[in-house]
């Protein structure tokens, strides 16, 4: 059973952040400057790659840690920080597959320095020891990239008995970072640079469990299969991830920690993140020819984790609490600024992972 919400910030309490509250899903304009690629304040627009994005970083010296990056969107982030210099571990469930993207990184950067270490984020055990044995490498950690997730998965318990999309796409990630955060921040007084934690989340935070089936985050009917669906759940994860990253950077701020945290929507990429979707083969398969012009590759699914990894402070959205989408400053949804769900999210995952210590 899931520990029992507690109470939060006061009422009415927001996050803020420079790119303002919140924006309509979809507007002609958005549409039209994503399918022509149209670059925005940053300079960089839907169609840039990670490599472009990573093209004038020096990443010699830092350290960073890819979750899920046997492949698709986090294979590609880890190849192209590791192009620049910076020492990337492969973080993933199946060590098999990351070894072999660790085999391709290298084959096509000679000098590039990647380490797969196994990490599976549906065990708050396996987290502990991911984290333990990253600690007594001694390395120093300057960026961390939560990118590790699942999509639209049937109902299924954790190891831990959680719901598997809040306890792979936002528990684990939780608890790595509070693990790793010490680190983190020695790591960013020795640098004389904030560290970076980029949380990937969606546009689809935007559709969480409806207040009548628990939501919009269901404290209290977590692994409840009445009201369950895929679609919400799956949107009740990503809030949290905007959430924990806005909650993660006040509470950096308030206690002095060098620390920078930004979320991300990657976009529609055409990776095999989408096998868990509602919908028979034939008429998936005529979605994706509808929506083709709208699908991004894989590089360039990638781009905006590699901004928010690299982009200089000051660029475009490189302020803490930041939500990205195309390279750029994205408004986000009115619930992702709720302070107060924020931190009682907080102390919920704060009692959950405590509860399997």
Known sequence: MAPAPAKGAKPGARYTTRAGADDAEFTPLGALQYLLGIPGPSGFGSRSTAGQLAAKWDGSGKVAIVTGSSGGLGAETARALAARGCHVVLAARDVP????????IRAAHPAASVEPMELDLSSL???????????????????????????FAPLSMSKDGYESAFATNHLGHYLLVELLKPLLIESARAAGAPSRVVVLSSEGHRHPPTP????????????????????????QSKLCNLLFCRELQRRADAAGEPLLCLAVHPGVVGTDAD???????????LLKLLVRPYIKGVPQGAATTVYAATAPIGAPGISGGE???????HTASTLSH???LGRTLWEFSERAVARHA
């Open 275 to 285: 096998r868990h979707v509602p919908l028979p083969g034939l008429l998936k398969r």
């Open 97 to 104: 597959k990351a070894s072999r993207v660790a085999a391709a």
């Open 338 to 340: 709720d302070a107060e």
């Open 323 to 329: 939500y990205l989408a195309d390279c750029n400053p």
């Open 212 to 235: 009548e089936d628990g939501g919009p985050i269901r404290f209290e009917r977590l692994n409840d299969p009445k009201g369950y669906s895929k679609l919400a759940a799956y949107a």
């Open 125 to 151: 055990a396996s987290v502990r020891a991911f984290a333990s044995a990253f600690a007594r490498k001694r390395r120093a950690l300057h960026l961390l990239v939560a990118n590790a997730g699942t999509v």
